[in-house]
Antibody
Framework: QVQLQESGPGLVKPSETLSLTCTVS????????WSWIRQPAGKGLEWIGR???????IYKSSLQSRVTMSVDTSKNQFSLKLHSVTAADTAVFYC???????????????WGQGTLVTVSS | DIVVTQSPDSLAVSLGERATINCKSS????????????LAWYQQKPGQPPKLLIY???TRESGVPDRFSGSESGTDFTLTISSLHAEDVAVYYC?????????FGQGTRVEIK
């Protein structure tokens, strides 16, 4: 059974870079695609982007200028960097598996527990 | 981006009664190669990540109780809980996953009347 766990600082200063890592167990990062989704407190879900181990990446266009995603196959991890953060970026960030099987994309079917990142000085 | 709109924003249903949530996409999410609508439903309980309930508009994820069902008509989709249980209190989201960026509805809160 696949498990995902987000890790990273819970507090980031405005204008700095938010960095999170998702560690995957029970599956290989080379097998599927991997997503980042965020959720401000009391609000809905916002899809940030997805990545594959082969380097196939799509970012949400409105965040594209500030987002970088990467995969480390040796550690079975993938990462998110969000640059030049403001208070509006404060949210719970989730990593998730985007199942991709036999050339077919599925929705995100396994999620980490989420990590709260607060942007504040 | 495809806009996905849910209704209602919240509803209160008596235990054992039916709950119905609607979702409308601003454009087709039908993948013509396999004739499937790329529309999913999630359940999110407080303090927990979303849980996938249904994909392809009407296919239940493994382990999801059969009181949850999805239906489709063009760009209109429905999630039905046939008989509400106490543990079904949650916020429900629909998501289109045909075209990036994947987009979610704003969520529907289901409570006990």
């Amino acid at each position: 059974q696949v498990q995902l766990q987000e890790s990273g600082p819970g507090l980031v200063k405005p204008s700095e870079t938010l960095s999170l890592t998702c560690t995957v167990s029970g599956d290989s990062v080379t097998s599927h695609y991997w997503s980042w989704i965020r959720q401000p407190a009391g609000k809905g879900l916002e899809w940030i982007g997805r990545i594959s181990a082969s380097g196939n990446i799509i970012y949400k266009s409105s965040l594209q200028s500030r987002v970088t995603m990467s995969v480390d196959t040796s550690k079975n991890q993938f990462s998110l960097k969000l640059h030049s953060v403001t208070a509006a970026d404060t949210a719970v960030f989730y990593c998730a598996r985007l199942r991709y099987t036999n050339g077919v994309f599925f929705p995100e079917d396994s999620w980490g527990q989420g990590t709260l990142v607060t942007v504040s000085s | 981006d495809i806009v996905v709109t849910q209704s209602p924003d919240s509803l209160a249903v008596s235990l054992g009664e039916r709950a119905t949530i609607n979702c409308k996409s601003s454009q087709s999410v039908l993948y013509t190669s396999n004739n499937r609508n790329y529309l999913a439903w999630y359940q999110q309980k407080p303090g927990q990540p979303p849980k996938l309930l249904i994909y392809w508009a009407s296919t239940r994820e493994s382990g999801v109780p059969d009181r949850f069902s999805g239906s489709e008509s063009g760009t209109d989709f429905t999630l039905t809980i046939s008989s509400l249980h106490a543990e079904d209190v949650a916020v429900y989201y629909c998501q289109q996953y045909l075209i990036a960026p994947r987009t979610f509805g704003q969520g529907t809160r289901v409570e006990i009347k």
